[in-house]
């Protein structure tokens, strides 16, 4: 089956620690995308990538680093530096990086801070 | 600026009700593209539809129904007959031509969470 995942679904971070969520996708999509979701809120965008080695800030990417070393994978990493890095991760894709094309999202990591 | 606002946060009805989501956005392009999308209590955003600016013609699948009005900029979502299934929280979204920037990537309303009790 075709689709994104996104590994761990539940994880847990001492302050201080960098931690890296996992992104995979199998639907040959060119466009890949990290968003937060805090409660009661819309997604927020922290980065996109439209094509392999080569990826762009979002609207809130302090504090967050990405790699796209391959065109099926997109990991985010939560560095020391995000200040409030509690919330709901998601990750997406679309097969290319236009206004039309719909995203596919994963199933999310929940990111919590202890 | 929010640009996709969902005034309505939460919604309670019972099932078999129809209900209305609402969704006004704010756009200076001539061409932009809306989407829904459903998040379920899993977490997953699920793909409704998407209307792109050109086509204001109403849309219907099976229960599900949207009417895209320009004149109002607003993109609202019907679902007839609800079911306990449909619960869960809805999002709006925008994705507009002139955003290449972001890698087009979607601007979505804060959502509105749907509960459909028996």
């Known amino acids: 089956d075709g689709g994104i995942t996104q590994s761990p679904k539940y994880l847990f971070r001492k302050e201080g620690q960098n931690v890296t969520l996992s992104c995979e996708q199998n639907?040959?999509?060119?466009?890949m995308y990290w968003y937060r979701q805090d409660p009661g809120q819309g997604l927020r965008l922290i980065y996109y990538?439209?094509?392999?080695?080569?990826?762009q800030k979002g609207d809130i990417a302090e504090g967050y680093s990405v790699s796209r070393e391959k065109k099926e994978s997109f990991p985010l990493t939560v560095t020391s530096a995000q200040k409030n890095p509690t919330a709901f991760y998601l990750c997406?894709?679309?097969?290319?990086?236009?206004?039309?094309?719909?995203?596919?999202f994963g199933p999310g990591t929940r990111l919590t801070v202890l | 600026a929010q640009k996709v606002t969902q005034a309505q946060t939460e919604i309670s009805v019972v099932e078999k009700e129809d209900v209305t989501l609402d969704c006004v956005y704010e756009?200076?392009?001539?061409?932009?593209?809306l989407f829904w999308y459903k998040q379920p209590p899993s977490g997953e955003l699920v793909f409704l539809i998407r209307?792109?600016?050109?086509?204001?013609q109403n849309e219907i699948s099976g229960r599900y129904s949207w009417n895209f009005q320009k004149s109002t900029s607003s993109f609202n979502f019907t679902i007839t007959a609800s079911q306990v299934v449909d619960s869960a929280v809805y999002f709006c979204?925008?994705?507009?031509?002139?955003?290449?920037?972001?890698?087009?990537?979607?601007?979505f309303g804060k959502g509105t969470s749907l509960l459909v009790t028996p």
């Open positions: 756009t200076r392009d001539t061409t932009y593209y």
């Open positions: 979204a925008l994705s507009e031509a002139s955003n290449s920037n972001s890698g087009y990537a979607l601007n």
């Open positions: 990538s439209q094509i392999v080695n080569d990826f």
């Open positions: 209307r792109n600016s050109f086509d204001e």
């Open positions: 639907l040959n999509h060119d466009a």
């Open positions: 997406a894709s679309s097969r290319q990086g236009n206004p039309y094309n719909e995203q596919f």
